[in-house]
């Protein structure tokens, strides 16, 4: 073999040599294998390390590995699972890229109602909502709501993309018809001759409102003859619901006798008069009219009983304070509204006889030249009778005691139709003790007693102002 041939399997022995020794190495370095690779998990949800292994060469050495990492299950984010070992000095090492996601949509909570049934000429006015995400806490104010024809779209997305929605359906529909409350009740009488005069009544529809000017009456009364007739009160809604009512009007002879006592008390209900006093009435069989004051919710439950008893709930005031109830037509009426107000709350029927605190003749009213005259006109235009009376017992006033309440009364009784005026305040004894003996001295004289309607004959003082 020549020199160069020499020199050159020599050059490849020795490479061969290095090439090996190579491989010795590499195979000896440590190689780390992961299972799965890079993961995901659920926010809360416990990190499970899905597995591992380390060979050096032919060799497991797996329980070598030190592992750490930074997660944090209650964060959402990127994380890291770092595996190492160390060979020859020197340190080897592999990452796990784990990432905590939210992926939770979050609650979004409708108040109120769902469907909403809705008047077809009303807006819908917003019950409310909640949205509460696990991670972003409350995102109520983050809420979208989109309006598509009947329905309302409500939805929220959390800071992770987790989007959610929720529909509200609103139902435009009106089913109910209205309802007709008739002034007085469904059924009213009247002597021949004596002219009809409607009590009044009132529509009201849960969509529309008061639609009370749009009542049609129909029916004929001739009140020259005696007879039973019929008036028909028809109501129809926006919606095409509609209503009827049917009032009774009885038109009578009159009686031979027409020597009538209307017993009538104002000022009240009070506590310690009124129940007594209805005591006497009921076992006497006798019905009376109570002009009453506002005083509070404490006392309906006295006006509500003296309408169920059949008497007469009418209008007195809410103040009974001269300077304010006088000041001007507006506040007249402002005050008269109220115990109106009230006494419909109590017994459903809306009270349309009055009587002016000190009467129509009063002089207390000077302070306003002329209101008396206007307000007496006024009444009359807003559909309600005022009273006066023509028999005084003087309870108010110069009785002492109940012989003089009792001689007033009698003594004075002259009329058809004797108006009487006491008053039923607290502590008024002295009406409550004659008020039997009234009773009796009437029967037994030829009176009859009866409780004021729209169809009796107004008593009215000459008016001073």
């Known amino acids: 073999m020549e020199q160069n041939e020499k020199w050159v399997f020599s050059i490849s ?29 659920e926010l809360g949800e416990e990190y499970k390390e899905p597995g591992y292994s380390v060979f050096q060469g032919y060799f497991d050495i797996t329980n070598q590995v030190f592992v750490t990492n930074n997660i944090n299950n209650q964060e959402v984010g990127s994380y890291e699972v770092i595996y190492q070992v160390k060979y020859l000095g020197k340190e080897y090492k592999k990452v796990r890229s784990v990432k905590v996601e939210d992926r939770t949509k979050p609650a979004l909570t409708l108040k109120g109602n769902n469907p909403v049934i809705l008047c077809p000429n009303k ?50 529909n009106d089913s109910e018809a209205p309802t007709i409350t008739l002034n007085d009740g469904n059924a009213t009488s009247l002597y021949v001759g004596q002219s009809y005069s409607e009590p009044g009544y009132i529509a009201l529809d849960t969509c529309d409102g008061d639609i009370t000017s749009n009542v049609k009456v129909s029916g004929d009364i001739n009140t020259n003859e005696a007879g039973s007739y019929t008036l028909t009160y028809q109501i129809t809604d926006s919606s095409g619901n509609s209503a009827f009512a049917t009032r009774t009007v009885l038109v009578t002879p009159r009686p031979t006798n027409n020597k009538v006592i209307y017993l009538t008390f104002d000022d009240g209900p009070s506590y310690n008069i009124t129940p007594a006093l209805l005591e006497i009435l009921k076992e006497e069989n006798v019905k009376a009219t109570f002009f009453v004051l506002d005083h509070g919710d404490s006392l309906d439950y006295l006006i509500k009983r003296a309408y169920d008893e059949g008497h007469t709930i009418a209008l007195h005031g809410a103040t009974h304070s001269y300077k304010q109830i006088y000041s001007s037509t507006d506040a007249f009426f402002n005050d008269l509204e109220i115990i109106q107000n009230r006494v419909f709350n109590v017994t459903g029927k809306r009270a349309t006889i009055i009587r002016f605190p000190g009467g129509s003749s009063n002089t207390v009213s000077r302070f306003n030249p002329g209101i008396m005259t206007t307000l007496a006109k006024e009444v009359k235009n807003r559909g309600f009778h005022y009273f006066d009376w023509n028999v005084d017992s003087e309870d108010a006033g110069s009785a002492r005691n109940s012989n003089d309440v009792y001689r007033n009364v009698v003594n004075n009784l002259k009329y058809q139709h004797n108006v009487v005026l006491m008053h039923d305040y607290s502590n008024n004894y002295k009406t409550l003790n004659a008020i039997r003996d009234i009773i009796r001295y009437g029967k037994e004289n030829g009176y009859t007693f009866e409780a004021i309607t729209m169809s009796t004959p107004e008593v009215h003082h000459g008016i001073a102002n």
């Open 13 to 41: 022995i020795i490479l061969l040599i290095v090439d090996l020794i190579t491989i010795a190495i590499l195979n000896l370095t440590p190689k780390i294998t992961l299972k799965e690779g890079d993961i995901a998990i």
């Open 123 to 172: 807006e819908y006015i917003e019950e409310g909502y909640e949205s509460i995400d696990n991670y972003d806490g409350d995102l109520t104010e983050k809420v979208k709501i989109e309006k598509k024809e009947n329905l309302l779209i409500y939805s929220v997305e959390d800071s992770s993309n987790n989007k959610v929605e929720v529909i509200r359906e609103i139902i435009y």
